[in-house]
C-alpha cells in the first residue's frame, strides 16, 4: 500500500488540490476524483476517527448528494473504462441525476480570493452535465475538498474551538 491510513488519503487529496488551485487541468483533477471516491472505503474502516467524522462522511457520500454522485459516477467510468455500471444507470432511474457529459477548453479564468487577493484554479476550463445541471469543475473541486476538509480538519476539533468563519478562507488559501 502506497497509503496506508484513510488521513494519509486526505494528505495526498490535500496536495493534488493545491496544485489544482494553481494550474486547474484534466490530469490532476482525474488523481483529486479517484482519491476523493477512495477516502469513502478509507473513513468507513478507519476506527481511529470519532463518530462525528463517520457521520459527516455518511452525508456526504449519500445518494441524493450532487457533488457525491458526480465524484462517484466518473470515477468508476474511468475504472470500467467509459461504461456504466447497471447499479450507475438503476440510480438515474430513481431519480439520482447521471453525469452526462464532460467538456474542457484551455484558457480558464479561475476565481479571484480576495483574502489573498490571488486568482485559484486558472488553468482549464472543465465543465460538468449532471442531468440537466452544468457545473463548473473547479467549483465541484472546492465543495468536494470542503468535506473532507471538515471530516480531517475541522471535525477533530471540539465545537468551542472551531474557526468556523474561517473554513472556506482555510480551504482557498
Excluded at 21 to 47: H, Y
Aim: with cysteine; glycine share 6%.
Amino acid at each position: 500500500m502506497l497509503h496506508q491510513t484513510s488521513e494519509e488519503r486526505y494528505k495526498k487529496l490535500k496536495r493534488v488540490f493545491g496544485r489544482l488551485k494553481g494550474n486547474f487541468n484534466r490530469d490532476d483533477l482525474d488523481d483529486f476524483i479517484q482519491t476523493a471516491n477512495s477516502l469513502r472505503e478509507w473513513i468507513r474502516s478507519d476506527e481511529a476517527l470519532s463518530p462525528e467524522q463517520h457521520a459527516a462522511l455518511e452525508r456526504f457520500v449519500m445518494p441524493e448528494s450532487f457533488d457525491w454522485q458526480i465524484c462517484n459516477q466518473i470515477a468508476n467510468r474511468q475504472k470500467h473504462v467509459g461504461r456504466s455500471k447497471p447499479r450507475t444507470r438503476a440510480r438515474a432511474r430513481d431519480g439520482v441525476p447521471e453525469v452526462v457529459a464532460i467538456d474542457s477548453r484551455s484558457r480558464g479564468r479561475g476565481m479571484f480570493n480576495p483574502e489573498t487577493a490571488r486568482i485559484i484554479g486558472a488553468g482549464e476550463e472543465i465543465t460538468i452535465h449532471c442531468g440537466d445541471t452544468r457545473t463548473s469543475g473547479l467549483a465541484f473541486t472546492i465543495r468536494v475538498f470542503g468535506h473532507f476538509h471538515y471530516i480531517f480538519e475541522v471535525a477533530p476539533v471540539p465545537p468551542e474551538q472551531r474557526a468556523l468563519p474561517k473554513l472556506m478562507s482555510d480551504i482557498l488559501a
